[in-house]
Structure formats: C-alpha cells, structure tokens
C-alpha cells in the first residue's frame, strides 16, 4: 500500500550518523514537499520535518532533511538512545490525488 | 495548544460500521485555514490516507479512491468535533485510526504536513 520506499531498518551507535531513504516518483516528491514524522511504539506520529528541510520548534537541530529529485533523505547526527524509533516519510501525489507515506524505517541505538 | 481527542469503539463486526469522533481544542472545525485529515495504519497496509474534510463557506470532502464508497466524514461546530464513518467494514479495515490537522495556510505559503495527530484509536474488525 505504501507508495514511498524506505529502508526497513537504519542502525548506529551513540554519536554516529544515521541517514534514512525515502523514494518516490515523479508524481509525489518529484513534484512536491517532503515531510517526516517520527513514531515511538504504541503512539501517535509527531511532525519531525516539514517542507523538505524545515524543523518544527523543538526539534533537535540533530534531525535535518533534503530532497534530490523523487528521493528524500532524513539524517540524524550525534545519535541518541531517545531517537530509538520508527520514522516516516509523506508526501502529496499528484496522480493520487491523496498523500502517500513510506514504508517506514526502524532506527535502533546498538 | 492544539490537541485532538479521538474516541470511538474498538471492536466492531464484520459488513457494521465503524465510527469514530475526534474532538478538537485549541483550534476551530470550521477554521478556514485548516483541513482535517482521516489516516489509518496497520502492519499490513502501513500508514494510509483516508481523506480530508474542510470548510471553506461550505463543507467540504475528498475522500481516498481506495475507501471513496465505504466512507463518510462529517463535522459537528457545535461541539467543535469530526467524524468519520467506514461502511461494510471486514478485517482488511483493523488499523489504527488517527484524525490530524493540516494548517493549509502558514506564514510563508502553503502548509501540507500534519500537525497534531490525534492519539489513535485501534480498531478491530472481528466477530
């Protein structure tokens, strides 16, 4: 169902650098902004990057994104314990007309 | 500060229907600046959009293809609530379900991210 790809998994160890995919098509991040959220087990998604590159009030300045053409990236610099979760990305398709996600990426702190 | 409170029954029977409310504070239903999505994730299907409901001097749906005929949004200003309706459900429809906002108008532009979520309401399609 998902239409954005990403990794199933992502790993580092306290203070590394974690980079996660997220590819699409023409129709949706080759046309249109990229969002991230990120999902702790058993609760709601929480805004994590907005229009590509953008963080939120409050999010650490550890999280950035980018945008390439129909692929997206979310990197995480100076891992921490508390990053330990799922992230996903989203984005507006145009032939859709409706938003699509990503499969989803498992971040563990080994 | 926005919060959405959804609530809503967890199981439901096959081909009933599923209905869910989400109650809105710190923001209006009828906000013309806003829409109300609908999205629902589950191990199977990921995360899935459902639709979106908003006023612009009138009410307004658009619903996903994959849902269009089983599903209704509706809104109630009075108690400043959404709702959302999922006809002949079967087990393909057990997920989570979670209202969220989307601010369409933002300082600089557009908006299209959602924020907040709502807390999510599992729903189980069983007999």
């Known amino acids: 169902q998902s239409v954005l790809t990403q990794p199933p998994s992502a790993s580092g160890t306290p203070g590394q650098r974690v980079t996660i995919s997220c590819s699409g098509s023409n129709s949706n991040i080759g046309s249109n902004k990229v969002n991230w959220y990120q999902q702790f087990p058993g609760t709601a998604p929480k805004l994590l990057i907005y229009r590509n590159n953008q963080r939120p009030s409050g999010v650490p300045d550890r999280f950035s994104g980018s945008k390439y053409d129909t692929s997206a990236s979310l990197a995480i610099s100076g891992l921490q314990s508390e990053d330990e979760a799922n992230y996903f990305c989203?984005?507006?398709?145009?032939?859709?007309?409706?938003?699509?996600f990503g499969t989803g990426t498992k971040v563990t702190v080994l | 500060q926005v919060q959405l409170q959804q609530s809503g029954p967890g199981l439901v029977k096959p081909s009933q229907t599923l209905s869910l409310t989400c109650a809105i504070s710190g923001d209006s239903v009828s906000s013309t600046r806003t829409a109300w999505h609908w999205i629902r994730q589950s191990p199977s299907r990921g995360l899935e959009w459902l639709g979106k409901?908003?006023?612009?001097?009138?009410?307004?749906?658009d619903y996903a293809v994959s849902v269009k005929s089983r599903i209704t949004f509706n809104s109630d200003t009075s108690k400043n609530q959404l709702s959302l309706q999922l006809n002949s459900v079967t087990p393909e429809d057990t997920a989570v379900y979670y209202c969220?906002?989307?601010?369409?108008?933002?300082?600089?532009?557009?908006?299209?991210?959602?924020?907040?979520w709502g807390q999510g309401t599992l729903v189980t399609v069983s007999s």
């Open positions: 409901t908003y006023y612009r001097s009138k009410w307004y749906n």
């Open positions: 969220a906002r989307v601010q369409v108008i933002v300082a600089g532009g557009t908006g299209d991210w959602f924020d907040p």
């Open positions: 989203a984005a507006w398709d145009d032939s859709l007309n409706g938003y699509v």
